[in-house]
């Protein structure tokens, strides 16, 4: 990203983000829904990771923890205890969702109609992220 000026890099994470929960979505289209939970955490990442360039102007750190990249954004205070809820959800999905042994337990436990509640509430947090970017 060198050469590019900040308001590029922004930019440039947040098409990146848009692209992951359209990625999200054709995972749940074909029923592959650990992926649609893995892209759902990576679109919520990459708009964190917008904002800690926008607010510290600094490189975002090589790390997937949402509540840690919302902290570097100096942006976890402003967000809400759904909103918090819901990037521990997403963390499982980054995490658990990566090791057989965990797969199992989440696909007897979460359904479609989860991972569809599940894009909705991401869609909303990175809504909120954008409307942050514009103050």
Not at 7 to 26: L, Y
Not at 74 to 79: C, D, E, G, I, T
Request: with cysteine; net charge positive; hydrophobic share 40%.
């Amino acid at each position: 990203m060198s050469g590019m000026t900040k308001e590029q890099k922004v930019q440039h994470w947040i098409d990146t983000s848009d692209d992951d929960i359209i990625t999200a979505k054709a995972m749940l289209t074909t029923k592959r829904l650990l992926p649609c939970g893995f892209f759902c955490h990576l679109a919520a990442e990459k708009s964190f990771k917008a904002a800690i360039v926008k607010y510290t102007d600094e490189v975002p750190p090589k790390i997937h923890n949402l509540r840690k990249l919302a902290q570097n954004a100096n942006m976890y205070k402003l967000l809400s205890a759904e909103q918090i809820n819901l990037m521990k959800r997403l963390e499982t999905m980054q995490i658990n969702a990566r090791y057989p042994e965990y797969k199992d337990a989440l696909y007897q436990t979460l359904d479609e109609a989860y991972f569809g509640k599940l894009i909705k509430e991401t869609e909303g947090l990175l809504c909120w992220i954008k409307v942050q970017l514009e103050k």
